[in-house]
């Protein structure tokens, strides 16, 4: 490993038995071992803890299995498509939308152990490093930490420059997939948009050969498409104080929606593999300028991300009732929209505009329909 990244890699095999023992002694293994094994007894959970001697044997044997119960909790129906564009050996940067905090990445692997293929390493933000023990369970799944924006832009560019380097370590050195969102933080409106300073990132490693920065990657889009929106109301009461003043975030916000996240039904979830970005389609963008390279890229992973997301009930029936029409009344029932309308209910309890609110959450859910009848029009 090369220690240039020991500060922000995962962990290897061979720090993963002390990092066991540390879980294994957490004052809160009784109640993270009652939620992934409540089969078991906490001694045995211990030990199998204990037993653990590499990445695989813990995300085989602890994360496969969170992940299960989360399915088995709080998803009534867990699909993907798109396989056909994977190769099983070959080391891709995913970008996808981003939802949930953790789920995106985090369902992500189960697909990738149940396709019989190797899990992908996942950024991780400093933010989210809350204690040692986030830290221990974070690094010992592939997890590597990015340092959000902040401080002077020196000190912005040098962490940049840094996590480019290792993304491109990792893919063409370690021959692992890398995961990242295709923004800094989880799309609010459900308006899924690349931030194309995320694509600036990924060639300032490389900045000698713009083309060949991007295409030695193996850029493939994915869309996360969850038919009740992870942490809607939050997110939407987010939007509606933002609108005010600078949104701060509260104390422990990040482990409320980490947890919120993980708890709320969620309904249908579907991954969608998409074409992986080419060379050939990369090149038509060569005469371009540096700025208008990075905004090319992040358009075609939107169009991408938009045309492969899975469109549900709820986001024809919030299509509708913003915009005051019946156009989607056909791909909904009644007792659905019922259950929308329950849903929207909920709202009553805040103590705030309730109708900047309610568009607000509504928005969350059509924004989709909007970006996906927006691509159609181009296309034809």
Request: charged share 25%; with cysteine; net charge negative.
């Amino acid at each position: 490993m090369n220690s240039k990244f020991d500060d922000i890699r995962p962990y290897t095999d061979a720090e993963i038995p002390s990092a066991m023992s540390r879980i294994a002694e957490s004052q809160m293994l009784p109640l993270l071992a009652s939620y992934v094994c409540p089969e078991k007894p906490l001694d045995e959970v211990r030990q199998m803890l204990l037993g653990f001697k590499t990445i695989k044997d813990f995300q085989h044997g602890i994360m496969y299995h969170v992940n299960e119960q989360i399915i088995k909790n709080s998803i009534t129906s867990f699909s993907y498509g798109g396989t056909e564009y994977l190769e099983k050996d070959k080391p891709y940067l995913l970008v996808s939308n981003h939802r949930d905090i953790m789920l995106d990445a985090s369902l992500l692997q189960n697909l990738f152990v149940d396709l019989k293929m190797e899990t992908s390493q996942i950024t991780f933000g400093a933010n989210l490093m809350m204690n040692p023990l986030v830290v221990d369970i974070g690094k010992s799944n592939k997890m590597f930490r990015v340092e959000r924006p902040g401080g002077s832009i020196k000190d912005f560019y040098k962490s940049s420059l840094h996590l480019s380097e290792y993304i491109r370590h990792a893919i063409t050195e370690q021959h692992e997939s890398v995961w990242i969102a295709q923004r800094n933080g989880r799309t609010k409106d459900g308006n899924d948009q690349t931030d194309q300073g995320i694509i600036k990132m990924f060639c300032m490693s490389k900045q000698e050969d713009k083309i060949a920065a991007l295409s030695e990657l193996n850029i493939l889009p994915i869309a996360v498409s969850y038919e009740w929106e992870s942490c809607d109301i939050l997110k939407a009461i987010e939007l509606y104080e933002s609108q005010k003043v600078k949104y701060i975030k509260k104390p422990g916000e990040d482990l409320n929606s980490i947890l919120t996240g993980i708890l709320q039904p969620k309904g249908r979830v579907h991954f969608e593999f998409c074409p992986m970005i080419t060379s050939e389609e990369l090149q038509q963008y060569n005469d371009c300028t540096n700025n208008d390279y990075h905004k090319q890229v992040a358009h075609l992973l939107d169009e991408r991300i938009h045309k492969a997301y899975r469109l549900w009930p709820n986001n024809y029936i919030a299509h509708d009732m913003l915009y005051g029409q019946q156009r989607f009344i056909h791909e909904y029932t009644k007792e659905e929209r019922a259950a929308f309308e329950a849903h929207l209910a909920k709202l009553d309890n805040y103590d705030s505009d309730l109708e900047i609110l309610r568009d607000l959450l509504l928005g969350i859910y059509a924004n989709p329909v909007c970006n996906k009848e927006r691509l159609e029009k181009t296309e034809k």
